[in-house]
């Protein structure tokens, strides 16, 4: 689980201006946390199935905001997928 003062540091790292709380910047780095959290947990607990078909559902969200912000803005989307060490 994220703690609010783990959000607020990758809210800070990765937002637009000053006041950005929920650009698609901002979602993915919050849901890559999430991911990484939650592989984390199903190690653990291999058979918790209910986390494992959330974790699939987070991974699409994030598929999806990445598709999104690949294409209206590549040097957004290039910045973010090397501040946040995922591979395209």
Known sequence: MLTSRKKQNI???LRVHET???SA???IGLL?????ELAKHLKA???????????????SKRR???DYLEK????AYAKVIKKLGLKK
Not at 32 to 36: C, F, G, L, R
Not at 45 to 59: A, F, I, Y
Not at 72 to 75: A, G, I, Q, S, V
């Open 11 to 13: 809210i800070k790292e």
């Open 20 to 22: 950005d709380t929920g």
């Open 25 to 27: 910047q901002v979602q």
């Open 32 to 36: 890559t946390k999430q991911i990484e």
């Open 45 to 59: 607990h291999p058979k918790d199935n209910s986390s494992r078909r959330g974790l699939l559902k987070m991974v």
């Open 64 to 66: 999806k905001l990445l």
């Open 72 to 75: 209206n803005d590549p040097k």
